[in-house]
């Protein structure tokens, strides 16, 4: 049993308290300016309070590792057992941090849990942040608490102008939705376009500089204690994406590039963006609904009979009850939607980085009786050409098993000896597998690969997660949700991997060509072969059963 950390004394409990103070201080002297006007004063006294939460939170949890590590060998099991106990105590101090402080706390939550490379503890733990939604007639959004429309409308009218009856017929006060940076309103423009306006919160800009600030002060405490434990990487990659989800003309101009890029896809849809009604914190668009019926209490289920109203109702990808109602097949919603982020990745080079449940729709309509709905285009990255094309080649490398190109692209990502992983990380395989693809290890390979990653260090994470390129790590973190997606909808390995395979080819030469052409056969001859082993297990089953009921000898076997 490990040692339960507690502040054992006073004169701990008031270093911790002087910790805080100072740390919340200093902050203070970075984030607040006489000429700031009264609502980014207030914007800073909740920055200051969040920000004393937060140090707070890290400090105890630096005691925590600190003192039920002490005098425990590296590398000994205790060592690993009690590391493993602190890792999930603390994964839950911050969970309950980011649910006190919400807005960029949260987001920074879901940030680490869609990272995999990250200690399963903390990753597992911050993952239900992810299902944290609230629900504002029954439409699903990110965790948050919605702001009242007298400061919603300040920042319409600074927008768009101060009489909105000239552009609106009818404009619902109540939010429909409310996400970490913005709530979503229903309206009516003067056409009678159904529209969905989506408001950034007052005083967002400046909280957010509070909070980065916050997280880069403790990123470095942390290293001050730990220097193996090195999160700078993490609070530079997750400031970068707010930064730009900041700019709602970033995320329209986003969103029609999407739109163009999978314009002869029948199976994408993006909401159509107002132009003339959009502004840095005011984003219009085409208004889909969502629901989520384990959320919405039921409100839409009376009306779900309606033929009328099953043809524009939406649901998140991940509600299998809704999905089964309305008769469309999971693992067909799964490998559409693991094809059009393949696309993105090996083709486009321009990625979604924000594929969590609560921005990916299904829409019961379309040639293959349901479409994905694309929403939240605010974090997106378009990849380098050289960098999309090294992946393209890693992932065939990882389907032909190519140790050595493996390790050669490695030494171009710039990650060296720690290349040998990336089997391991993207197609669960050692570097030395000769198992067939989607597979899994042997029994052998399981035990090597255990001994091997028992002697890596936090050193070797951090420098690992250093060492990768910007445009990798929003990979990992994409490839992160996509898999948890998949997961969820039922979809075994294989059906991410030959997605992947085959758009890697693609994207190494855009016009067909003999390998694209045999992966598909390969997908299709894999679908062809589980419907007859599942045809003969219906047929053979049956008959073998009457025939030992026929045989003499059937009752003389035990």
Sequence with gaps: MRRIFKLPATAAKTSLYLLTAAGA???????????????EIRAGISGIVRSSRAVWTIASTVVDYKYSLHGLSEDSDDYRRVLSEVHLCSAKRILQLCEANKGFYVKAGQFVAALRQVPKEYSSTLSSLQDQVLIIQCVSWTYAVPCHFKAIKEVLTSSLGPDLLEIFLSFDEHPVAAASIAQVHRAVLKDHQEVAVKVQYPGLEHQFKIDI????????????????????????????????????????????????????????????IFWDFTTRRVLTMEFCQGCKLKYGGGCFRHA???????????????????????????????????????????????????????????????????????????????????????????????????????LQLG??????????????????????????????MSAEERKNIKQDLQSLKMEDLSSFMESLPSDFLMILRTDGLLRSLLS?????????????????????????????????????????WHSLIKLLKQILVPAGYRLRNLSPFYSLTP
């Design 488 to 528: 969820k909808l039922g979809a075994p390995h294989r059906v991410r991997l030959l997605a992947y395979a085959k758009y890697a080819i693609q994207g190494l030469s855009p016009k067909s060509n003999p390998e694209s052409e045999l992966l598909e056969l390969l997908s299709w001859t894999e679908q062809v």
């Design 411 to 440: 030494e171009r990502f710039g990650v060296g000896k720690y290349s040998r992983y990336f089997p391991l990380i993207f197609t669960g395989r050692t570097i030395d597998s000769k198992s067939a693809l989607g597979r899994g």
């Design 304 to 406: 779900s009979s309606t033929p009328d109203y099953q043809k524009f109702l939406s649901f998140q990808v991940d509600d299998l009850e809704f999905m089964i109602e309305m008769e469309i097949e999971p693992i067909k919603v799964a490998k559409a939607l693991v094809e059009v982020f393949a696309e993105m990745i090996f083709v486009h080079g321009f990625v979604h980085g924000d594929p969590h449940p609560g921005n990916i729709l299904v829409s019961p309509e379309g040639p293959n009786s349901f479409c994905l709905v694309l929403l939240d285009h605010g974090i997106y990255k378009e990849l380098d050409e050289g960098f999309r094309r090294d992946y393209c080649q890693l992932w065939k490398a990882l389907i032909l098993l190519d140790a050595n190109k493996i």
């Design 25 to 39: 201080g200093a902050l203070a002297s970075q984030t607040i300016s006489p000429t700031l006007v009264p609502g």
């Design 213 to 272: 600030a916050a997280m880069s002060f403790l990123s470095k405490f942390v290293a001050l204690f730990f220097p193996e434990y090195r999160f700078g990487w993490l609070v530079s990659e997750f400031a970068e994406s707010v930064a730009l989800e900041l700019d709602f003309i970033h995320e329209a101009r986003n969103a029609e590039r999407t739109a163009r890029n999978f314009k002869n896809n029948t199976v994408v849809r993006v909401p159509h």
